[in-house]
């Protein structure tokens, strides 16, 4: 067993989303680690994850905390004043606050970025919505405590020694938000579990997500029912209603649902439509992984992970160029006109570029070259 005294640091445990399951395999390498976090939901990630010695903040007491801890967004850098002890190395998985874990002096802190904190930074409109007189005086309330976060972000980042950035969009990110260089490493895909079956592909479109504003379903939502296309949503959250709302008869809502079911509709669905710009976006290459195309706004991570029609041989999928329902419908009619140039074997070998084996491989060994003092590893300038 490894002998490094390792302390982990995640936002929150409430689910085994894409930054849980880049916390997995840190938490199989060190199975001894403390593992500090604003919340945990028991029973909500994996066994490997659930095992670690998991020390919540006080947030956790508060009663039913796991439906609306994401409104206590001004209370969280108070619940995350983590000063670590007794460690040869702290690594941090963030999109929020993890990244303010202070480490013991000298010893390194490595944060592993899904993205500076979109709430403060780049997606502000896409979470607090202006509307009337009265979303007018929130919005001077919400900028000024805004502005507050954005000041605690930036000076938290001095507690990182070395950032590895999951896309080269949030390379930029961090290097605009924090002035920092990073280290470029991508998340896992598990190709082992998602992969092709030989079944028919069906009539229908497919989105699957967390159904956050920020994700854009409801362009989706728009698009196939303008056009008369079946569409399936995966996903559960704050969007959900409001969605259903505006959805007409072809749209079908499942909500949550496991894996298993997940994986036999992307290897179903017609395309996978992704609509948001997300930092990296592991959905995609999950219905790669499965032969399934994708249907993608143009810009974010999955200008890094889709080979687009137009653009380059052998394509796994269509871009569209404007956040807006007619932009996603040109793409989806343009992606049925030429539904040929699909290749299912294509979007697998697109996939396979991101396995797991490959996220590890890489991960663990910047991390052992971060413990041996290798001068060569982007740091923090001194």
């Not at 945990?40 to 039913?64: C, K, T, Y």
């Not at 000063?83 to 202070?102: E, M, N, P, T, Y």
Request: hydrophobic share 40%; charged share 25%; proline share 6%.
């Amino acid at each position: 067993m490894d002998a490094t005294r390792v302390t982990l640091v995640h936002d929150w445990l409430t689910g085994m989303r894409g930054g849980e399951k880049c916390l997995e395999p840190l938490a199989r390498r060190w199975p001894q680690a403390r593992l500090l976090t604003l919340l945990h939901r028991r029973g909500s990630v994996a066994p490997a994850i659930e095992r670690l010695d998991i020390q919540p903040s006080f947030l956790n007491r508060l009663p039913g905390v796991a439906r609306y801890y994401r409104y206590l967004l001004p209370l969280m850098p108070f619940a995350s004043g983590w000063k670590v002890r007794d460690a040869d190395l702290v690594v941090s998985l963030s999109h929020c606050i993890a990244k303010s874990a202070r480490p013991p002096k000298g010893v390194p802190h490595v944060c592993y970025c899904f993205t500076p904190m979109r709430y403060a930074w780049h997606m502000k409109g896409s979470y607090f919505r202006r509307t009337g007189i009265l979303g007018r005086f929130k919005a001077a309330a919400i900028d000024c405590l805004l502005a507050r976060i954005r000041d605690w972000d930036r000076r938290t980042a001095d507690r990182v020694t070395h950032f590895i950035a999951i896309s080269r969009t949030v390379q930029q990110r961090i290097r605009d938000c924090y002035d920092r260089d990073s280290r470029v490493i991508y998340p896992p895909v598990d190709t082992e579990f998602y992969t092709p079956a030989p079944v028919q592909r069906e009539e229908f479109y497919l989105v699957v997500s967390a159904l956050a504003p920020y994700k854009r379903f409801d362009l989706a939502v728009e698009s196939c029912t303008r056009l008369d296309k079946k569409l399936v949503v995966i996903g559960s959250g704050q969007e959900a209603k409001k969605l259903q709302a505006t959805a007409g008869p072809g749209v079908q809502f499942l909500g949550w649902q496991s894996d298993e079911a997940i994986r036999d509709h992307l290897r179903r669905a017609k395309a996978l439509l992704f609509p948001g710009e997300e930092d990296f976006g592991i959905v995609p290459l999950e219905a790669q992984a499965c032969g399934c195309p994708v249907i993608a706004f143009g810009r974010g991570g999955a200008m890094e992970t889709v080979r687009s029609l137009g653009t380059a041989n052998d394509p796994t999928g269509v871009f569209f160029e404007e956040q807006t329902a007619e932009s996603l419908m040109a793409a989806i009619e343009r992606f049925e006109r030429e539904a040929d140039r699909f290749d299912p074997r294509a979007a697998r070998r697109q996939a396979v570029l991101f396995r797991k084996e490959r996220f590890e491989q890489e991960l663990f060994s910047y991390l052992d070259a971060v413990l041996a003092g290798d001068p060569r590893e982007v740091r923090k300038a001194a």
